[in-house]
């Protein structure tokens, strides 16, 4: 194994440079705080794991990619006032997404879909709906 850059013991973590205490030590002193946020991260952060909860309990599931059908997907927030309101997409369209919201329409108001939407509830292909409590 290779040594852990920052302490030069045996390193635990396949092709990182710091071991997993050290990476540990490094998170804490580097990671920002939630107090030290702006507001919009704050909403952003709780959005997030608001979802992700909901996912690991299995409440949230992913569904293809709504533009290209990927199964390998990603949760996107059009409105972080709705944390469970998902748009499943790949990392490939996830990105050209935000890099279209600073410029104009998103990439699924571009593409001509064929396929029947296949979402759950509201009829929106890729979308999750917000599960009943």
């Known amino acids: 194994m290779v040594a852990c850059s920052r302490c030069q013991k045996e390193n635990d973590r396949k092709g990182q440079r710091y071991c997993k205490a050290c990476h540990a030590k490094y998170m804490r002193e580097h990671r ?20 992700n909860t909901y996912k690991k309990r299995g409440k949230l599931s992913p569904l293809p990619c709504f533009v290209c059908e990927d199964l390998d997907v990603e949760m996107h927030h059009e409105d972080y006032d709705k944390p469970l309101d998902v748009l499943w997409l790949c990392r490939a369209c996830h990105l050209s997404c ?36």
Request: hydrophobic residues 20%; glycine residues 8%.
């Open 32 to 51: 920002v705080g939630y107090a030290s946020m702006t507001d919009l991260a704050k909403k952003k952060s709780s959005a997030r794991a608001y979802a």
């Open 98 to 133: 935000h890099n279209f919201s600073r410029e104009k329409d998103p990439p699924w108001e571009q593409v001509e879909r064929t396929a029947q939407p296949r979402g759950q509830g509201n009829g929106e292909q890729g979308r999750s709906t917000t599960p009943r409590r």
